[in-house]
């Protein structure tokens, strides 16, 4: 097991939980969906199309770095730069981001074609708004949402040099 903990992140539509999920197979680590640990309030508000304020994400980004064990891979939004220094400084691991990225025709086309999910299309711009991209100095990779997720996890595999993907076993899932 490593020491680390993993962060999918970006705004919603990306496949964070899709490629959260590939990652931690892949990895054979604990896949954790950070969606499942808003609170019934927060659901309730995105759900109805009105998007989430500070105040409604704090004590959730909380809940969020407190489930960041070493070997979890969370898909968690972490828009912003103040989000995710709240998770590295809660979270009982290290933290790589791991940020995916795509145009926005692409993740309204995700949006479009996902059943099930309570976050509408209509809060795509908004997040698109409150996305601040990390910056040089934050641990973490950018990768393009364009391929497979086979593709993207192998991607995120060798972009790590190995460090995440044991025996040099990056080339897929």
């Not at 896949?31 to 309730?44: K, S, Y």
């Not at 981001?97 to 993740?107: A, C, M, N, V």
């Not at 976050?119 to 641990?139: N, Y």
Request: proline residues 6%.
């Amino acid at each position: 097991m490593t020491g680390i903990a993993y962060v999918v992140m970006g705004v919603s539509g990306c496949g964070k939980s899709t490629v959260g999920r590939a990652l931690a197979a892949r990895l054979e680590l604990t896949f954790q969906d950070g969606d499942r640990l808003h609170p019934e309030t927060n659901i309730a508000r995105m759900s109805r199309g009105e998007p989430l304020t500070d105040a409604d994400r704090g004590p959730w980004l909380k809940a969020v770095a407190a489930a960041l064990r070493p070997g979890t891979v969370m898909a968690c939004s972490a828009l912003r730069r103040q989000y995710r220094d709240l998770l590295r400084e809660f979270a009982p691991a290290d933290v790589l981001f791991i940020y995916l990225h795509g145009t926005r025709e692409k993740l309204l086309e995700r949006m479009r074609h996902r059943e099930g999910h309570f976050m509408p299309v209509a809060l795509l711009d908004s997040q698109l708004a409150t996305l601040e991209e990390p910056e040089p100095d934050e641990r973490h990779l950018k990768v393009g949402i364009a391929p497979p997720t086979a593709e993207i996890v192998a991607t995120i595999c060798s972009r790590t040099n190995q460090t995440i993907c044991p025996n040099g076993h990056g080339g897929g899932i």
